[in-house]
Protein backbone atom coordinates (compact mmCIF):
# COMPACT_ATOMS: atom_id res chain seq x y z
CA UNK A 1 0.00 0.00 0.00
CA UNK A 2 1.07 3.93 -0.79
CA UNK A 3 1.41 6.43 1.67
CA UNK A 4 2.07 10.01 1.87
CA UNK A 5 5.51 8.29 3.85
CA UNK A 6 6.35 5.85 1.40
CA UNK A 7 9.89 7.12 -0.56
CA UNK A 8 9.26 8.62 -3.98
CA UNK A 9 10.88 6.41 -5.57
CA UNK A 10 8.80 2.94 -4.90
CA UNK A 11 5.94 4.95 -4.71
CA UNK A 12 7.52 5.84 -8.70
CA UNK A 13 7.78 1.88 -8.46
CA UNK A 14 4.31 0.63 -7.73
CA UNK A 15 2.46 2.85 -9.79
CA UNK A 16 4.54 1.78 -12.38
CA UNK A 17 4.00 -2.05 -11.62
CA UNK A 18 0.18 -1.10 -11.32
CA UNK A 19 0.34 0.45 -14.79
CA UNK A 20 1.97 -2.96 -16.55
CA UNK A 21 -0.22 -4.94 -14.59
CA UNK A 22 -3.34 -3.36 -15.90
CA UNK A 23 -1.70 -2.98 -19.37
CA UNK A 24 -1.10 -7.12 -19.11
CA UNK A 25 -5.18 -7.17 -17.83
CA UNK A 26 -5.91 -5.32 -21.65
CA UNK A 27 -3.51 -8.11 -23.22
CA UNK A 28 -5.15 -10.58 -22.05
CA UNK A 29 -8.80 -11.89 -21.52
CA UNK A 30 -10.75 -14.23 -19.68
CA UNK A 31 -12.82 -17.31 -20.88
CA UNK A 32 -16.23 -18.17 -18.96
CA UNK A 33 -14.05 -21.27 -17.14
CA UNK A 34 -11.32 -18.37 -15.93
CA UNK A 35 -8.51 -19.50 -17.76
CA UNK A 36 -6.15 -16.82 -19.22
CA UNK A 37 -5.76 -16.49 -22.98
CA UNK A 38 -3.79 -13.93 -24.31
CA UNK A 39 -5.22 -11.35 -26.42
CA UNK A 40 -4.88 -11.43 -30.09
CA UNK A 41 -2.83 -8.79 -32.32
CA UNK A 42 -5.41 -8.12 -34.52
CA UNK A 43 -8.85 -8.18 -33.29
CA UNK A 44 -11.71 -9.50 -36.03
CA UNK A 45 -15.24 -9.20 -36.54
CA UNK A 46 -16.51 -12.63 -36.94
CA UNK A 47 -19.88 -13.99 -37.81
CA UNK A 48 -20.88 -17.07 -36.36
CA UNK A 49 -23.65 -18.85 -38.35
CA UNK A 50 -25.04 -20.78 -35.44
CA UNK A 51 -25.98 -19.74 -31.75
CA UNK A 52 -24.92 -20.36 -27.90
CA UNK A 53 -24.79 -24.11 -27.92
CA UNK A 54 -22.03 -26.21 -26.89
CA UNK A 55 -19.56 -25.58 -29.90
CA UNK A 56 -20.57 -22.04 -30.21
CA UNK A 57 -20.74 -21.28 -26.50
CA UNK A 58 -16.80 -22.17 -26.56
CA UNK A 59 -16.29 -20.73 -29.81
CA UNK A 60 -17.70 -17.91 -28.95
CA UNK A 61 -16.53 -17.62 -25.31
CA UNK A 62 -12.36 -17.74 -27.00
CA UNK A 63 -12.58 -15.34 -29.33
CA UNK A 64 -14.02 -12.59 -27.19
CA UNK A 65 -11.23 -13.81 -24.90
CA UNK A 66 -8.70 -13.34 -27.52
CA UNK A 67 -10.35 -10.13 -28.10
CA UNK A 68 -12.41 -10.64 -31.63
CA UNK A 69 -16.14 -8.69 -32.07
CA UNK A 70 -18.94 -11.53 -32.28
CA UNK A 71 -22.24 -11.50 -34.15
CA UNK A 72 -24.25 -15.01 -33.86
CA UNK A 73 -27.09 -15.68 -36.78
CA UNK A 74 -29.80 -18.00 -34.86
CA UNK A 75 -33.14 -18.68 -34.43
CA UNK A 76 -33.00 -17.58 -30.57
CA UNK A 77 -34.43 -21.49 -29.74
CA UNK A 78 -31.45 -22.65 -27.61
CA UNK A 79 -29.81 -20.99 -24.87
CA UNK A 80 -31.13 -17.45 -25.57
CA UNK A 81 -29.87 -16.05 -22.04
CA UNK A 82 -26.46 -17.18 -22.86
CA UNK A 83 -23.70 -14.72 -23.53
CA UNK A 84 -25.60 -11.47 -23.94
CA UNK A 85 -22.83 -9.77 -24.99
CA UNK A 86 -22.74 -10.85 -28.33
CA UNK A 87 -24.85 -9.24 -30.93
CA UNK A 88 -27.61 -11.93 -32.40
CA UNK A 89 -29.09 -11.67 -35.32
CA UNK A 90 -32.03 -13.68 -35.25
CA UNK A 91 -33.06 -15.29 -38.21
CA UNK A 92 -33.52 -19.40 -39.79
CA UNK A 93 -30.92 -20.28 -42.31
CA UNK A 94 -33.48 -21.91 -44.22
CA UNK A 95 -35.59 -19.08 -44.74
CA UNK A 96 -34.90 -15.34 -45.77
CA UNK A 97 -30.94 -13.79 -45.32
CA UNK A 98 -31.90 -10.24 -45.09
CA UNK A 99 -30.25 -9.82 -41.66
CA UNK A 100 -26.84 -10.83 -43.18
CA UNK A 101 -27.46 -8.21 -46.34
CA UNK A 102 -24.98 -5.44 -46.60
CA UNK A 103 -22.97 -5.98 -43.34
CA UNK A 104 -19.03 -7.20 -43.18
CA UNK A 105 -16.98 -9.43 -41.61
CA UNK A 106 -14.06 -10.63 -41.55
CA UNK A 107 -14.42 -14.29 -41.22
CA UNK A 108 -17.64 -16.41 -41.14
CA UNK A 109 -17.56 -19.25 -39.02
CA UNK A 110 -20.39 -21.79 -40.26
CA UNK A 111 -21.16 -24.44 -37.15
CA UNK A 112 -24.84 -25.28 -38.43
CA UNK A 113 -24.86 -26.10 -42.27
CA UNK A 114 -26.05 -29.65 -42.60
CA UNK A 115 -26.83 -29.76 -46.86
CA UNK A 116 -25.42 -27.93 -49.15
CA UNK A 117 -28.45 -25.48 -49.92
CA UNK A 118 -28.04 -24.15 -46.87
CA UNK A 119 -24.01 -23.30 -46.99
CA UNK A 120 -24.63 -22.00 -51.00
CA UNK A 121 -26.94 -19.47 -50.19
CA UNK A 122 -25.00 -18.24 -47.15
CA UNK A 123 -21.86 -18.00 -49.46
CA UNK A 124 -23.09 -16.97 -51.98
CA UNK A 125 -24.73 -13.57 -50.08
CA UNK A 126 -21.50 -13.01 -48.00
CA UNK A 127 -18.18 -14.04 -50.15
CA UNK A 128 -18.58 -10.27 -51.54
CA UNK A 129 -18.08 -9.09 -48.29
CA UNK A 130 -16.29 -11.38 -45.70
CA UNK A 131 -12.48 -12.09 -46.87
CA UNK A 132 -12.91 -16.66 -45.45
CA UNK A 133 -15.51 -18.86 -44.58
CA UNK A 134 -14.59 -21.53 -42.29
CA UNK A 135 -17.28 -24.48 -42.38
CA UNK A 136 -17.80 -26.82 -39.18
CA UNK A 137 -18.15 -30.53 -41.48
CA UNK A 138 -17.03 -33.78 -39.78
CA UNK A 139 -14.96 -37.13 -39.85
CA UNK A 140 -18.51 -38.74 -40.39
CA UNK A 141 -17.65 -37.25 -44.13
CA UNK A 142 -15.50 -40.42 -45.01
CA UNK A 143 -17.50 -43.40 -45.85
CA UNK A 144 -15.91 -46.54 -43.32
CA UNK A 145 -12.75 -46.75 -41.36
CA UNK A 146 -11.64 -49.79 -42.10
CA UNK A 147 -8.31 -47.90 -42.84
CA UNK A 148 -7.26 -44.98 -41.67
CA UNK A 149 -8.17 -41.86 -43.39
CA UNK A 150 -6.30 -38.54 -44.04
CA UNK A 151 -7.76 -35.29 -45.26
CA UNK A 152 -6.97 -36.48 -48.93
CA UNK A 153 -9.11 -39.74 -48.35
CA UNK A 154 -11.72 -40.02 -50.53
CA UNK A 155 -15.23 -38.91 -48.90
CA UNK A 156 -18.55 -40.55 -48.94
CA UNK A 157 -21.46 -39.94 -51.92
CA UNK A 158 -25.31 -40.02 -52.23
CA UNK A 159 -26.72 -41.59 -55.25
CA UNK A 160 -29.23 -38.48 -55.54
CA UNK A 161 -27.29 -35.30 -54.58
CA UNK A 162 -30.84 -33.79 -53.55
CA UNK A 163 -31.33 -35.43 -50.89
CA UNK A 164 -31.88 -33.48 -47.92
CA UNK A 165 -33.05 -35.69 -45.20
CA UNK A 166 -30.41 -35.84 -42.45
CA UNK A 167 -30.05 -39.14 -40.92
CA UNK A 168 -27.12 -41.39 -40.07
CA UNK A 169 -26.20 -42.38 -43.56
CA UNK A 170 -26.47 -38.71 -45.05
CA UNK A 171 -25.17 -36.72 -41.99
CA UNK A 172 -21.50 -37.40 -43.87
CA UNK A 173 -22.00 -37.61 -47.41
CA UNK A 174 -24.13 -34.15 -46.68
CA UNK A 175 -21.38 -32.39 -44.75
CA UNK A 176 -19.34 -33.35 -47.61
CA UNK A 177 -21.33 -32.12 -50.39
CA UNK A 178 -21.61 -28.44 -48.01
CA UNK A 179 -17.43 -28.63 -47.98
CA UNK A 180 -17.56 -28.62 -51.51
CA UNK A 181 -20.16 -25.82 -51.67
CA UNK A 182 -18.22 -23.39 -49.40
CA UNK A 183 -15.13 -23.91 -51.26
CA UNK A 184 -16.65 -23.83 -54.86
CA UNK A 185 -18.15 -20.27 -53.70
CA UNK A 186 -15.25 -18.72 -51.77
CA UNK A 187 -12.32 -20.58 -53.67
CA UNK A 188 -9.73 -23.18 -52.10
CA UNK A 189 -7.93 -20.14 -51.31
CA UNK A 190 -10.53 -18.31 -48.78
CA UNK A 191 -12.23 -21.61 -47.22
CA UNK A 192 -10.88 -23.58 -44.41
CA UNK A 193 -12.83 -26.77 -43.52
CA UNK A 194 -13.02 -28.42 -40.22
CA UNK A 195 -13.40 -31.90 -39.58
CA UNK A 196 -13.64 -32.69 -35.92
CA UNK A 197 -14.41 -36.42 -34.69
CA UNK A 198 -16.56 -36.76 -31.19
CA UNK A 199 -16.43 -33.22 -29.62
CA UNK A 200 -16.59 -33.46 -26.04
CA UNK A 201 -16.15 -31.31 -22.88
CA UNK A 202 -18.96 -29.57 -20.45
CA UNK A 203 -22.04 -28.04 -22.10
CA UNK A 204 -22.03 -31.17 -25.21
CA UNK A 205 -25.79 -31.05 -25.19
CA UNK A 206 -25.41 -34.80 -26.57
CA UNK A 207 -24.23 -36.53 -23.20
CA UNK A 208 -22.16 -38.78 -25.12
CA UNK A 209 -18.70 -38.34 -23.11
CA UNK A 210 -20.74 -37.00 -20.46
CA UNK A 211 -22.01 -40.50 -19.69
CA UNK A 212 -18.68 -41.94 -18.57
CA UNK A 213 -18.17 -39.73 -15.65
CA UNK A 214 -21.39 -38.60 -14.72
CA UNK A 215 -21.96 -42.62 -14.22
CA UNK A 216 -19.27 -42.89 -12.29
CA UNK A 217 -20.13 -40.50 -9.99
CA UNK A 218 -23.55 -42.57 -9.32
CA UNK A 219 -21.27 -45.07 -7.68
CA UNK A 220 -21.07 -48.73 -7.81
CA UNK A 221 -20.28 -51.74 -10.25
CA UNK A 222 -20.27 -49.99 -13.72
CA UNK A 223 -19.94 -51.91 -16.89
CA UNK A 224 -16.41 -50.61 -18.71
CA UNK A 225 -16.14 -51.41 -21.85
CA UNK A 226 -13.59 -54.04 -23.87
CA UNK A 227 -10.16 -53.57 -23.07
CA UNK A 228 -8.85 -50.58 -20.92
CA UNK A 229 -5.91 -50.47 -23.65
CA UNK A 230 -8.72 -50.00 -26.72
CA UNK A 231 -8.30 -46.52 -28.27
CA UNK A 232 -10.42 -43.89 -28.23
CA UNK A 233 -10.28 -40.35 -29.98
CA UNK A 234 -12.25 -36.91 -29.14
CA UNK A 235 -11.85 -33.14 -28.95
CA UNK A 236 -12.66 -31.09 -26.23
CA UNK A 237 -15.05 -28.46 -27.65
CA UNK A 238 -12.81 -26.10 -26.26
CA UNK A 239 -9.37 -26.91 -28.00
CA UNK A 240 -11.14 -27.11 -31.29
CA UNK A 241 -12.71 -23.74 -30.73
CA UNK A 242 -9.27 -22.42 -30.16
CA UNK A 243 -7.90 -24.37 -33.04
CA UNK A 244 -10.94 -22.45 -35.52
CA UNK A 245 -10.26 -18.94 -34.17
CA UNK A 246 -6.22 -19.15 -34.22
CA UNK A 247 -6.80 -20.42 -37.88
CA UNK A 248 -8.98 -17.50 -38.66
CA UNK A 249 -6.36 -15.18 -37.29
CA UNK A 250 -3.43 -16.63 -39.41
CA UNK A 251 -5.99 -16.94 -42.50
CA UNK A 252 -5.31 -20.26 -42.72
CA UNK A 253 -6.86 -22.38 -45.79
CA UNK A 254 -7.10 -26.15 -46.33
CA UNK A 255 -8.93 -29.14 -44.85
CA UNK A 256 -8.13 -30.10 -41.26
CA UNK A 257 -9.11 -33.50 -39.21
CA UNK A 258 -9.49 -32.36 -36.02
CA UNK A 259 -9.75 -34.77 -32.73
CA UNK A 260 -6.93 -36.09 -30.34
CA UNK A 261 -3.84 -37.91 -32.04
CA UNK A 262 -4.46 -41.54 -32.44
CA UNK A 263 -3.32 -43.67 -29.12
CA UNK A 264 -3.11 -40.54 -27.06
CA UNK A 265 -6.21 -41.36 -25.27
CA UNK A 266 -8.08 -44.95 -24.08
CA UNK A 267 -10.46 -46.59 -22.54
CA UNK A 268 -9.01 -47.55 -19.51
CA UNK A 269 -7.69 -43.27 -19.12
CA UNK A 270 -11.64 -42.82 -19.64
CA UNK A 271 -12.92 -45.03 -17.45
CA UNK A 272 -10.14 -44.01 -14.43
CA UNK A 273 -10.47 -40.48 -14.84
CA UNK A 274 -13.76 -40.52 -14.48
CA UNK A 275 -13.58 -42.92 -11.10
CA UNK A 276 -10.96 -39.91 -9.84
CA UNK A 277 -13.16 -37.44 -11.00
CA UNK A 278 -16.39 -39.07 -8.88
CA UNK A 279 -14.63 -39.88 -6.21
CA UNK A 280 -12.85 -35.86 -5.44
CA UNK A 281 -16.17 -34.21 -6.65
CA UNK A 282 -19.28 -36.33 -6.24
CA UNK A 283 -18.11 -38.91 -3.28
CA UNK A 284 -21.02 -41.15 -4.15
CA UNK A 285 -22.06 -43.64 -1.12
CA UNK A 286 -20.82 -46.57 -2.71
CA UNK A 287 -17.50 -45.99 -4.50
CA UNK A 288 -17.25 -45.99 -8.32
CA UNK A 289 -15.87 -49.77 -9.36
CA UNK A 290 -15.81 -50.57 -13.18
CA UNK A 291 -16.01 -53.86 -14.54
CA UNK A 292 -14.51 -54.79 -17.69
CA UNK A 293 -16.38 -56.88 -19.94
CA UNK A 294 -15.15 -58.56 -23.07
CA UNK A 295 -16.37 -57.28 -26.25
CA UNK A 296 -17.77 -60.48 -27.24
CA UNK A 297 -19.87 -60.81 -24.03
CA UNK A 298 -21.57 -57.50 -24.77
CA UNK A 299 -22.10 -58.63 -28.09
CA UNK A 300 -23.42 -61.54 -27.04
CA UNK A 301 -25.70 -59.76 -24.17
CA UNK A 302 -26.82 -57.13 -27.23
CA UNK A 303 -25.29 -54.13 -25.64
CA UNK A 304 -24.28 -51.44 -28.58
CA UNK A 305 -21.17 -50.02 -28.36
CA UNK A 306 -21.91 -46.30 -28.92
CA UNK A 307 -25.52 -45.63 -28.49
CA UNK A 308 -25.21 -47.86 -24.80
CA UNK A 309 -21.58 -47.53 -24.03
CA UNK A 310 -20.95 -43.96 -25.72
CA UNK A 311 -17.13 -42.85 -27.09
CA UNK A 312 -16.40 -46.70 -27.45
CA UNK A 313 -16.03 -48.97 -30.54
CA UNK A 314 -14.91 -52.01 -31.02
CA UNK A 315 -11.40 -52.17 -33.69
CA UNK A 316 -13.41 -54.33 -36.12
CA UNK A 317 -14.94 -54.32 -39.44
CA UNK A 318 -16.11 -50.96 -40.69
CA UNK A 319 -14.63 -49.21 -37.44
CA UNK A 320 -11.58 -50.99 -37.41
CA UNK A 321 -9.37 -47.91 -38.13
CA UNK A 322 -12.17 -45.25 -35.97
CA UNK A 323 -10.00 -44.06 -33.00
CA UNK A 324 -6.87 -44.23 -35.67
CA UNK A 325 -7.89 -40.89 -37.51
CA UNK A 326 -5.01 -38.93 -38.09
CA UNK A 327 -4.12 -35.66 -37.68
CA UNK A 328 -0.74 -34.34 -38.60
CA UNK A 329 -1.87 -31.67 -40.56
CA UNK A 330 -4.01 -29.71 -37.65
CA UNK A 331 -1.01 -30.27 -35.30
CA UNK A 332 1.55 -28.80 -37.29
CA UNK A 333 -1.15 -26.23 -37.61
CA UNK A 334 -0.47 -25.81 -33.82
CA UNK A 335 -3.48 -27.84 -32.86
CA UNK A 336 -3.68 -28.51 -28.56
CA UNK A 337 -4.80 -30.96 -27.18
CA UNK A 338 -5.23 -30.46 -22.90
CA UNK A 339 -5.03 -33.91 -20.85
CA UNK A 340 -8.53 -36.01 -20.95
CA UNK A 341 -8.00 -35.96 -17.04
CA UNK A 342 -9.18 -31.73 -17.76
CA UNK A 343 -12.02 -32.59 -19.84
CA UNK A 344 -13.86 -35.34 -17.42
CA UNK A 345 -13.20 -32.79 -14.37
CA UNK A 346 -14.56 -30.40 -15.86
CA UNK A 347 -17.62 -32.21 -17.65
CA UNK A 348 -18.65 -33.45 -14.37
CA UNK A 349 -18.42 -29.81 -12.85
CA UNK A 350 -20.50 -28.54 -15.15
CA UNK A 351 -22.90 -32.00 -15.37
CA UNK A 352 -23.44 -30.90 -11.77
CA UNK A 353 -24.65 -27.61 -11.72
CA UNK A 354 -26.83 -28.83 -14.65
CA UNK A 355 -30.71 -29.12 -13.85
CA UNK A 356 -31.98 -32.02 -11.91
CA UNK A 357 -33.97 -33.67 -14.99
CA UNK A 358 -30.82 -33.29 -17.21
CA UNK A 359 -28.56 -35.18 -14.54
CA UNK A 360 -31.51 -37.61 -13.59
CA UNK A 361 -32.01 -38.68 -17.74
CA UNK A 362 -29.24 -38.29 -19.83
CA UNK A 363 -29.55 -38.85 -23.24
CA UNK A 364 -26.70 -41.27 -23.80
CA UNK A 365 -25.81 -44.72 -21.97
CA UNK A 366 -27.20 -47.60 -21.19
CA UNK A 367 -30.37 -47.61 -18.91
CA UNK A 368 -29.76 -48.38 -15.33
CA UNK A 369 -31.88 -51.47 -15.16
CA UNK A 370 -29.80 -53.44 -18.27
CA UNK A 371 -26.49 -52.78 -17.44
CA UNK A 372 -27.27 -54.35 -13.94
CA UNK A 373 -28.86 -57.49 -15.91
CA UNK A 374 -25.77 -57.48 -17.78
CA UNK A 375 -23.19 -57.28 -14.51
CA UNK A 376 -25.38 -60.03 -12.90
CA UNK A 377 -25.36 -62.56 -15.68
CA UNK A 378 -21.23 -62.03 -16.08
CA UNK A 379 -20.99 -62.94 -12.31
CA UNK A 380 -23.42 -66.01 -13.38
CA UNK A 381 -20.99 -66.88 -15.78
CA UNK A 382 -17.62 -66.41 -13.75
CA UNK A 383 -19.42 -68.29 -11.18
CA UNK A 384 -20.48 -71.38 -13.39
CA UNK A 385 -17.05 -71.31 -15.02
CA UNK A 386 -15.62 -71.48 -10.93
CA UNK A 387 -18.17 -74.53 -10.18
N1 LIG B 1 -21.21 -33.12 -31.66
C1 LIG B 1 -20.24 -33.78 -32.27
O1 LIG B 1 -19.63 -34.72 -31.74
C2 LIG B 1 -19.83 -33.35 -33.67
C3 LIG B 1 -18.80 -34.05 -34.32
C4 LIG B 1 -18.38 -33.59 -35.57
C5 LIG B 1 -18.94 -32.47 -36.14
N2 LIG B 1 -19.94 -31.81 -35.50
C6 LIG B 1 -20.51 -30.59 -36.10
O2 LIG B 1 -20.31 -29.53 -35.18
C7 LIG B 1 -21.27 -28.50 -35.42
C8 LIG B 1 -21.82 -28.01 -34.13
O3 LIG B 1 -22.56 -29.03 -33.54
P1 LIG B 1 -23.71 -28.70 -32.53
O4 LIG B 1 -24.29 -29.99 -32.11
O5 LIG B 1 -23.19 -27.75 -31.51
O6 LIG B 1 -24.71 -27.90 -33.55
P2 LIG B 1 -26.30 -27.69 -33.53
O7 LIG B 1 -26.77 -27.93 -32.18
O8 LIG B 1 -26.90 -28.44 -34.65
O9 LIG B 1 -26.49 -26.17 -33.93
C9 LIG B 1 -25.68 -25.22 -33.44
C10 LIG B 1 -26.39 -23.87 -33.43
O10 LIG B 1 -26.95 -23.55 -34.70
C11 LIG B 1 -28.20 -22.89 -34.56
N3 LIG B 1 -29.04 -23.34 -35.66
C12 LIG B 1 -29.44 -24.61 -35.91
N4 LIG B 1 -30.23 -24.63 -36.99
C13 LIG B 1 -30.32 -23.34 -37.44
C14 LIG B 1 -30.99 -22.70 -38.53
N5 LIG B 1 -31.75 -23.40 -39.38
N6 LIG B 1 -30.83 -21.38 -38.71
C15 LIG B 1 -30.10 -20.65 -37.85
N7 LIG B 1 -29.44 -21.20 -36.79
C16 LIG B 1 -29.56 -22.51 -36.60
C17 LIG B 1 -28.73 -23.32 -33.20
O11 LIG B 1 -29.37 -22.22 -32.52
P3 LIG B 1 -30.96 -22.00 -32.56
O12 LIG B 1 -31.56 -23.31 -32.21
O13 LIG B 1 -31.20 -20.94 -31.55
O14 LIG B 1 -31.26 -21.57 -33.96
C18 LIG B 1 -27.49 -23.74 -32.41
O15 LIG B 1 -27.08 -22.73 -31.53
C19 LIG B 1 -22.30 -29.11 -36.38
O16 LIG B 1 -22.04 -28.60 -37.67
C20 LIG B 1 -22.01 -30.60 -36.34
O17 LIG B 1 -22.32 -31.24 -37.56
C21 LIG B 1 -20.41 -32.23 -34.28
Redo the contacts with the bound molecule.
Keep these: MTSARTPLRRRRFLAGSAALAALALSRTGTSEAGARIPRAQRPLRLLVL???????VHTAEYALARGHSLTF??????NAERLPQVERIL????GPLDGLAGREWDAVLD????VPRQVRRAAELLAPRVRRYLF?S?VSVYPDFTVPRDEDSPVGRLEDETVEQVDGATYGPL?ALCERAAQAVFGAERSTIIR????VGPED??DRFTWWPARAARGGDFIAPGSPADRIQCIDARDLAAFMVRALERDISGTYNVVSPPGRFTMGELVNESVRAARQRARPAEPPMPVWLPAEFLAAQGVQPWSDLPVWLPATGDSTAFAATPVQRALAQGLAIRPLADTVRDTLRWHQGRPLAEREKLKAGIDAAREQAVLTAWRRRGAIAEG
Excluded at 91 to 94: P, Q, V
Excluded at 111 to 114: D, E, L
Design positions: GGPRFLGFNRGRTGDRNHSGYVSKPGLINT
